[in-house]
């Protein structure tokens, strides 16, 4: 029984991504995320302080599982979110097309992301390695030091690059075992949203990516002031925004990282560093028992 | 119900106490009636001609006058420093400027017993703690990073390093002379050039350091050293040509400084307070634990950002540790710094003595209580003898705010997870105590409490090879070992 009408096509309702769910934001506000020519692609959650509450309140939750899970499962995880990436790259090179890119860019950007993400996920469990000590201190005790997670960041992606940017930004954060927030690019938010899906289904636990969408001018200053987060990032170079930022931060001495040179397309733009950034380093003492004084002859 | 009889032995301490004094001598060290600011290789007049006091906090006596430098001095020791950046120290082969550093650890080992007296002198810290440890590990430490100079190359895999330029350092009270070690060899290790300021209430130290600076032949201008209170490291923080700002001291301050620099690219470490806590579980070798509690909160006066100021007892132990405590606190001698059988010195400072009394006074009030041994203390000077509450609430002030004194807060704990939640509640993160038998109940331990030096089974160690630093409100960046290069140097890729 064929039919000559056209299907009407049924379309998506872009939430945010808050402890695993994906609620619409709690203030009932939206905007509508348009291309260059001003065509309305979508309404998008105009998120609020509350809703950026809420996430932290899901990303500290998150964060004693996720940073005391093995190194060895974070980089699975990790693949696995490559895998479903790969999947639905249709959806996403769409979705970046609709934003202005054209189709060559769009299937890079997202093969990109694919690969970075495959990249981080090899890191998981080697950066620690690379980055760790045995510290030959003069005194009879043994001494070592290793990166642990900083904690919860909240992140301000790069508003160019709306895939890549997210990505490059949330893989490293998490490879490292921490927790984020992420606000996505206010002018292309599609991709973030679908991005979100693709992290729900790739056994990454609730919380521990939280993605946003909104304006950043309302909403930086709470990311930098939020007394349960421990590091804020931004990617653009406007330099007001980077001093409030860097002021704020000192409320609670937050550390902050400015990626506003970082070409993320480029080869630099991935690295165990990014990895570092976010890592704290601990340091562990144990004494050495040496009653006897025997030695290891042989 | 049958009453346990009680078999222990009141100890008794009177001939613990009866020591004959046995006074280190303060021939071996000279001290100028005044000094001045070391700009450029030289030492110069400050430029306002003002002077302050420095004081022996034991006797409240005058040591010497210290030159105050204003904005204007700090600007002609940062352009001092600017210019031997530019002009000699970065152009300089690594190998060469490695050799100047072990020429100034080499200086300082020569010059021990004189720098531990002074140490002392100024700072009210015993001299055996300024001699066994304040000295030989600040000379260590230029040993150890000269090392690293000519060998950065191989510190981070696949980038090389450039130096920052000029960093500003701004040191405490609590370690004089170890703090500003702490600073200057890595940031020399690396090619920067430095200006640093020690804390006003001890700078003899420091000055002394750059009689040996200038000894060594450092060119000039590589290490200027300039004195002052806030007003002076305000200058540095705020000078448009320093790239660089190292502080160590208060988390208030720090964060003040956080902010100050906000608008510029200065690259910044801050090394702030602490609330360390000290966990002692029941089958910890409950003797060792308490010396280590004891040394974890009364060394140095207890004038220690990491110091174990909160101790957590397991419940089943706690009244016997709390015994052996109160035992251990009548043996420690409090009194002359220069003698070298006093444990705990002198208090910094009068207005340290009135925190410290202030805060002993906010934990009685909100119901804690206080025990102090029954020593003497000396009565001039500014003493306070080692103090310790018991029935402390998590929410007490003396449990949550960093005292920077000899006084200990105790609590009880039943699991193990219970004791990290505790432990963790807290805004600073600096260090943290771990005493038990049980090898893998370490392990828990010390991977889950979010602190940046982890003791288990001991306590108060450092050592130039091992990164000291903190996670949250105890600030960022590390010193020490090679994590401690990364503070002075742009990581940049290879190309």
């Not at chain 2, 004189?114 to 100024?122: K, Q, Y």
């Not at chain 2, 909160?310 to 220069?338: A, W």
């Amino acid at each position: 029984m064929a039919t000559t009408e056209k299907r009407l096509e049924v379309l998506k309702t872009y939430k945010i991504y808050i402890g695993g769910q994906f609620p619409r934001t709690e203030s009932g506000r939206y905007y509508i995320a348009t291309n260059k020519k001003g065509e309305n692609l979508a309404n998008v959650c105009l998120c609020s302080r509350k809703d950026f509450r809420d996430a932290v309140v899901a990303a500290r939750s998150a964060f004693g599982g996720w940073s005391s899970r093995a190194a060895f499962n974070r980089g699975q995880i990790l693949y696995r979110i490559a895998e479903m990436l790969e999947g639905r790259k249709a959806q996403f090179i769409d979705e970046l097309i609709k934003q202005d890119s054209t189709r060559v860019q769009a299937e890079n950007e997202v093969n990109l992301c694919i690969d970075r993400l495959i990249y981080y996920s090899g890191w998981c469990d080697k950066f620690q390695q690379l980055f760790s000590t045995v510290n030959p201190v003069a005194s009879s005790h043994f001494n070592f030091s290793v990166p642990e997670p900083t904690g919860v960041v909240a992140a301000i992606a790069p508003q160019n690059d709306s895939l890549l940017g997210l990505v490059s930004l949330i893989a490293p954060i998490i490879a490292g075992g921490n927790t984020c927030i992420v606000l996505a690019s206010n002018t292309k938010p599609l991709c973030a949203v679908t991005f979100a899906e693709v992290l729900n289904s790739s056994d990454l636990p609730g919380g521990v990516v939280n993605i946003l969408t909104g304006k950043v001018s309302e909403l930086v200053p709470w990311f930098a002031d939020h007394m349960d987060v421990n590091a804020t990032v931004y990617c653009e170079a406007d330099e007001a925004t980077q001093k409030m930022i860097k002021e704020k931060s000192a409320l609670n001495v937050k550390r902050v990282l400015l990626y506003d040179k970082t070409k993320w397309t480029d080869a630099s733009g991935q690295s165990p560093y990014f990895i570092m950034d976010l890592q704290e380093i601990k340091t562990t003492w144990h004494p050495i028992e040496n009653i006897g004084g025997a030695k290891a002859g042989y | 119900m049958a009453t346990k009889k009680n078999n222990t032995i009141k100890l008794k301490f009177d001939s613990a106490r009866n020591l004959a004094p046995a006074p280190e001598s303060k021939s071996a060290a000279k001290i100028d009636p005044q000094y001045d600011l070391f700009i450029n290789g030289k030492f110069e007049k400050p430029s306002g001609k003002k002077y302050f006091p420095t004081i022996n906090p034991a006797t409240e006596e005058k040591l010497s006058m210290i030159a105050e430098a204003n904005t204007a001095d700090v600007n002609k020791a940062v352009v001092a420093a600017r210019t031997a950046y530019d002009k000699t120290w970065k152009k300089m082969p690594a190998a060469e400027r490695a050799k100047y550093i072990y020429r100034i650890a080499r200086m300082i080992q020569e010059r021990a017993r004189e720098f531990a007296i002074i140490e002392t002198l100024d700072g009210g810290k015993p001299i055996r703690e300024s001699r066994d440890f304040d000295v030989p590990t600040a000379a260590n430490h230029f040993f150890y990073y000269a090392g690293w100079a000519d060998k950065l190359e191989y510190a981070f895999p696949n980038r090389r390093t450039e130096p920052l330029g000029v960093a500003g350092q701004i040191i405490p009270w609590n370690f004089p002379l170890l703090m500003a070690a702490w600073k200057i060899a890595p940031a020399l290790a690396c090619g920067n050039t430095v200006v640093l300021k020690p804390a006003e209430n001890t700078s003899l130290t420091a000055l002394k350091l750059a009689e040996i600076i200038q000894e060594a032949d450092l060119p000039p201008g590589v290490v200027n050293i300039i004195t002052g209170a806030g007003a002076t490291g305000a200058a540095i923080v705020n000078h448009a040509d320093v790239n660089k700002i190292a502080f160590t001291g208060s988390t208030e301050v720090g964060k003040i400084i956080q902010r100050a620099i906000a608008g510029t690219n200065k690259k910044a470490t801050l090394e702030l307070g602490g609330k360390a806590a000290n966990i002692i579980f029941d089958d910890a070798p409950l003797d060792q634990a308490v010396e280590g509690v004891i040394n974890g909160i009364f060394f140095n006066q207890g004038h220690v950002c990491c110091a174990g100021s909160r101790l957590y007892v397991q419940e089943s132990v706690f009244k016997e540790v709390v015994r052996k405590l109160k035992d251990r606190l009548e043996t420690l001698i409090v009194g002359d710094p220069m003698d070298k059988n006093t444990d705990i010195g002198a208090i910094n400072s009068k207005a340290q003595l009135d925190i410290i009394n202030k805060y002993i006074r906010i934990g009685q009030q909100e119901g804690a209580e206080m025990y102090q041994p029954s020593c003497a203390v000396p009565k001039k000077g500014f003493f306070c003898k080692p103090t310790i509450f018991t029935n402390v609430a998590q929410s007490n002030r003396i449990a949550q705010e960093e005292i920077f004194g000899p006084v200990l807060a105790i609590q009880s704990f039943r699991t193990d997870d219970e004791v990290i939640e505790k432990a963790n509640n807290t805004p600073y993160g600096l260090s943290a105590g771990v005493w038990t038998d049980k090898g893998s109940k370490i392990f828990n331990l010390t991977t889950k409490l979010r602190a940046g030096v982890v003791w288990a089974n001991t306590f108060n160690k450092f050592d130039p090879t091992s990164p000291f630093g903190g996670y949250k409100e105890s600030g960022y960046g590390r010193e020490g070992g090679l994590q401690g290069l990364s503070a002075y140097v742009n990581i940049i890729e290879n190309r």
